[in-house]
């Protein structure tokens, strides 16, 4: 008999020649502007710490001060003994942040979007999402059991003809996109998303998971950017990005969130956030608010990276602290990457399938410095 897990090696060879073939690589201590990476010192341009709160000593002393309280663990699911005042006071704060009735909140981003869109939509429904939606949208759109149909990314036109087509047919529809495209940096066109949902009796779901804490005036995410905070809609965000721990939330109705407390699956039967997590996060929803400055330094930053690098690099083009620089090649991306390891930078190349085509790239923080703005621009047109 042959053996049945022989495919795996052929299947790592094939991703190997194809240079796809990815691994962890080892940071030491903790995550910033500045870390250690497999034993040497690189300005880090890989982060979604956005605002530098990860390592920040108010998100640590919360979080352990959480712990003394509470214990590590949450030891239940949160609709039998998981449910602690801190998720209730952190979903109160993301209400307030987001503006909506109520919040919800995740062991992740991840599960946030599976258990949501597998709670609202069913065999009966369509989804229609952006082409270039973040995995944990399309993975909860197979897990629904809805048809499901990708619309070319950013496309109204796309998007309306297939509604016209489609939409009748079925009983529900939900429309998905993130916000900020996280392999990209552009924004969604929020304003027409709303207005076909509105024509075409759909919900919308929006991926806040890059927007949440830095865009917006008070950072509440894209929806307050596109000024359309209290339209009726499905906010999705995480907290393992800006905010600096982890979980996912979603902000919406109190009907919307009484439901999922009810039906999503990966809310009910998991283990409810830890303790530590909970209130790093909440801590974290504070300095959202109360230093916007943060929020400033981040655009600064990327403001000067878009100037200094136009004429070598096409930059895709971003609205965001995500900034990407087109290469022609896996390869080439991969021995961009290196050279720029080489020389103490930590810029990642993003290849296929992740991406439909390779670039290098770039997160811009707000503990960034001008000095390492300075050293990538001289290592980068070098
Ligand atoms: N949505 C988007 C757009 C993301 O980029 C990510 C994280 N890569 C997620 C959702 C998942 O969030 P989390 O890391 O909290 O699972």
Not at 74 to 94: D, F, K, N, V, Y
Not at 192 to 214: N, P
Not at 340 to 352: N, T
Request: proline residues 4%; glycine residues 8%.
């Amino acid at each position: 008999m042959s053996n049945p897990y022989r495919w795996l090696e052929k299947s790592l060879e094939t991703i190997h020649r194809a240079n796809w073939y990815r691994s962890v690589k080892t940071i030491a201590g903790r995550g910033g502007a500045v870390v250690e990476l497999e034993g040497k010192m690189v300005i880090n341009f890989a982060s979604n710490d956005y605002l530098g709160l990860a390592g920040d000593s108010r998100l640590i002393e919360a979080a352990v001060q959480a712990v003394r309280e509470y214990g590590t663990g949450s030891t239940g699911s949160r609709l039998i003994s998981g449910h602690r005042p801190l998720h209730q006071q952190l979903e109160r704060a993301i209400a307030a942040l987001k503006q909506t009735e109520d919040a919800l909140v995740f062991s992740s981003g991840y599960l946030a979007n599976l258990g949501t869109i597998a709670a609202l939509i069913g065999a009966r429904d369509l989804i229609l999402g952006d082409q270039y939606n973040h995995s944990s949208l399309k993975n909860g759109a197979i897990l629904s059991g809805a048809k499901t149909i990708d619309y070319l990314h950013n496309n109204l036109e796309d998007l309306e003809s297939k509604l016209k087509q489609y939409r009748p047919h079925y009983r529900r529809c939900l429309i998905t996109t993130d916000t900020v495209f996280s392999m990209d940096g552009d924004l969604c066109p929020l304003l027409e998303l709303l207005q076909f949902a509105q024509d075409y009796e759909a919900m919308l779901l929006v991926d806040e998971a890059h927007a949440t804490g830095v865009m917006g005036a008070t950072g509440a995410g894209c929806v307050e950017h596109f000024n359309c905070t209290g339209a009726e809609l499905i906010q999705v965000g995480t907290l393992s990005k800006a905010l600096g721990s982890l979980g996912g939330y979603v902000a919406g109705s109190k009907v919307l969130i009484d439901f999922l407390r009810n039906r999503a699956p990966s809310w009910i039967y998991t283990t409810g956030l830890s303790p530590a997590d909970t209130a790093a996060a909440l801590a974290a929803l504070h300095i959202v608010q109360s230093e916007p400055e943060r929020r400033s330094t981040i655009f600064e930053n990327v403001k000067f990276i878009k100037e200094n690098l136009i004429n070598q690099f096409e930059i895709l083009p971003s609205e965001s602290p995500i900034l990407c620089l087109k290469v022609d090649s896996p390869k080439m991306a991969l021995d961009y990457g290196q050279k720029l390891y080489d020389c103490g930078i930590f810029l990642p190349a993003i290849r296929p399938p992740t991406v439909p085509t390779s670039r290098l790239r770039l997160t811009v923080m707000a503990t960034h410095e001008l000095s390492h703005l300075e050293y990538l621009r001289s290592k980068l047109l070098g």
